[in-house]
């Protein structure tokens, strides 16, 4: 029909073709939306019309003889101009699927237990019944598709296995529905149950419960937990409070989880008391949480994954809140910590000054403090890199402060860590406690062997100019890490302001100074005198030991190192800014 009309000799006739479709040009328009719908998708579902294991290739087949597909065709055919929007909500609510977040238990069906058989018709011990019931709450709720991490990945097939654990926090998050279920809550449970679930011991759970926007909770005889019959769990107050208190995150962005680098250290500690069964999984599983894609390399053991895994989230972030743990320093390198757990204790919180006290201490060190000097200070630190890895090697801004002196102890009572009476250039005295041997701090090793305590740089602590547009988008925000919420109010409003220059050149050194203004009033001069107020201000330590080849290793403490220098206005004791390279 449509080829008469393009081939009719009236003008008026072929462009009435123009109005329309063939059912080619249909199909191949809608044919891309499908593609682009099942790339948020599971590789393989489960039909729960059926009991059948799907592809993506046999659930294009199985739409495409729907009659949503059909009246889609009709549609498109009748509609050359629709906007795809329309094309991706039908395609969107036939494709979606229902997730299961559940804790493995006994035998669970696997992918060869079930492959090319009717999930229905099978009555084996073990956990097909869980499977068997998912299925039906899932059909129930309008889901034609369901996916379980027991059956749905052919885990002897390597290249699949890194696809679908790279890409589970996609798929959660663009589901349907995920169902979670509670097998060891009982029936008619009282508020309270969920939190003393086991699935919340897991590590693999905290991302299938961030990552979906719609998600119910299911008891152990699949009834809803306190019969709570609202389509969606992340909107009662009730199971969100319980399930933060629970799991130590704040019910609102348990709601409204975002995937990104920010917030590193507070993402890890929600991770920190969980447990996994393969040692590697505890870091595998944040990779859907920060959004990052890295190798799957079971049999790494897990300092290396979660060494990598930090690795590639302060070189793409420049966020240090990751270094900042108590414990065991890892073998992939000393800066990090070689367990999860090392996140458990809270970060440190120091306070900050009032913008009164700031402004009196500005006054005080205008009176002390050369034009210069500051402004020497300030260009130097804002010539400092962001902190990066390379070969497991950190390499990072600090400001040093060698070390003088250091005596043990006694009297303390440790059984295994020694206490330390710390000296050093441009710092009060300090105790540090670590569990490295007594010898390692001997009067003739520390003649030998560079000891120095640090501070970490991080480019946030730098207060900016003013511009003239002081409006910058959440997405500027996103790359630069928790530091900037530790911030007071007013220093976290400037600090926004230099946010969009993370990353791009840097002038040189010279031109920083030659450009810095003379004026000791102007508002570059006062920002500069009020980072190193904020510089003798109580910051967190790093105690680093340098290697024989020159490199520093970090000495791990087991509580946070905290240091103040002597003399806020001795500007010169703090110049000592390198960038480390640390094994």
């Known amino acids: 029909m449509l080829s008469k009309l393009e081939n009719a000799p009236n003008t008026h006739t072929r462009k009435l073709r123009q109005r329309y479709l063939s059912p080619s040009e249909a199909e191949s328009a809608i044919r891309t939306v499908i593609h682009a719908q099942l790339d948020n998708c599971p590789l393989r579902v489960l039909d729960t019309t059926t009991g059948l294991l799907c592809d993506r290739e046999a659930q294009t087949r199985i739409f495409k003889t729907s009659t949503e597909y059909k009246e889609l065709l009709l549609f498109k055919m009748k509609h050359p101009d629709v906007k795809e929007k329309h094309i991706e909500e039908v395609a969107c609510k036939y494709l979606s699927c229902a997730m299961l977040s559940h804790r493995w238990e006994g035998n669970e069906p696997l992918l060869h237990d079930i492959q090319d058989k009717g999930v229905y018709d099978l009555d084996v011990p073990g956990g097909i019944v869980k499977l068997q019931s998912f299925c039906k709450v899932a059909r129930q709720a309008g889901c034609r598709w369901a996916w379980s991490d027991t059956c749905c990945i052919d885990k002897t097939n390597n290249a699949e296995l890194q696809q679908s654990l790279n890409s589970m926090f996609v798929w959660y998050r663009h589901s349907a529905l995920t169902i979670v279920y509670l097998s ?27 990552a979906p926007r719609v998600i119910l909770f299911y008891q152990q005889d699949w009834t809803l937990y306190l019969n709570d019959r609202s389509p969606n769990h992340k909107k009662s107050v009730m199971i969100m409070q319980e399930l933060g208190d629970a799991v130590g995150i704040d019910p609102q962005a ?32 944040l990779f859907g949480i920060f959004g990052v894609h890295l190798p799957v390399i079971y049999g790494e053991k897990k300092q290396n994954a979660l060494g990598r895994l930090l690795q ?123 569990e ?83 004026d000791k009033n102007s508002e570059s001069h006062l920002q500069a005198l009020r980072l190193i107020v904020r510089l003798g201000q ?46």
């Open 184 to 210: 060891d809550v009982p029936p008619r449970s009282k508020a309270g149950a969920l939190a003393k679930s086991a699935w919340n011991t897991r590590g693999w759970t905290i991302g299938e419960f961030l």
């Open 254 to 285: 348990l709601i409204a989880f975002r995937p990104g680098l920010t917030g590193a250290r507070e993402k890890l500690q929600w991770s920190s008391t969980r447990v996994t069964t393969l040692q590697e999984d505890i870091a595998y599983s």
């Open 312 to 434: 590639e989230v302060v070189a793409r972030s420049g966020d240090i809140s990751a270094l900042e743990w108590i414990g065991t320093p890892s073998e992939f390198n000393s800066c990090l910590p070689a367990d999860i757990t090392c996140y458990n204790a809270s970060p440190l919180i120091l306070s900050s000054l009032s913008e009164g006290e700031m402004e009196k201490s500005v006054s005080i060190l205008q009176k002390v403090v050369s034009l210069e000097l500051a402004s020497e200070f300030y260009a130097l630190l804002d010539h400092l890199c962001a902190p990066r890895f390379a070969n497991c090697r950190l390499h990072l801004p600090c400001i040093v402060f060698p070390v003088t002196g250091m005596r043990w102890r006694r009297g303390q009572g440790q059984e295994t860590s020694l206490t330390y009476e710390v000296k050093a250039e441009g710092l009060h005295d300090l105790l540090i406690t670590t």
């Open 436 to 518: 490295d041997k007594p010898n390692h701090f001997s009067r003739a090793k520390l003649t030998r062997q560079t000891l120095l305590l640090v501070r970490p740089w991080t480019r946030c602590s730098l207060e900016l100019l003013d511009f003239d547009n002081d409006t910058q988008s959440d997405a500027n925000v996103s790359e630069v890490g928790s530091s900037l919420y530790s911030m007071p109010p007013v220093s976290r409003s400037r600090a926004l302001r230099f946010i969009p220059r993370i990353g791009q050149p840097f002038g040189s050194f010279v031109d920083s100074l030659r450009d810095f203004p003379r």
């Open 538 to 583: 109580p910051f967190s330590a790093f105690l680093l030991a340098q290697q024989p080849s020159g490199e520093y290793k970090r000495i791990a403490s087991d509580r946070h190192v905290i240091a103040q220098v002597k003399d806020v206005a001795s500007v010169r004791s703090m110049m000592d800014v390198r960038t480390l390279e640390i094994l």
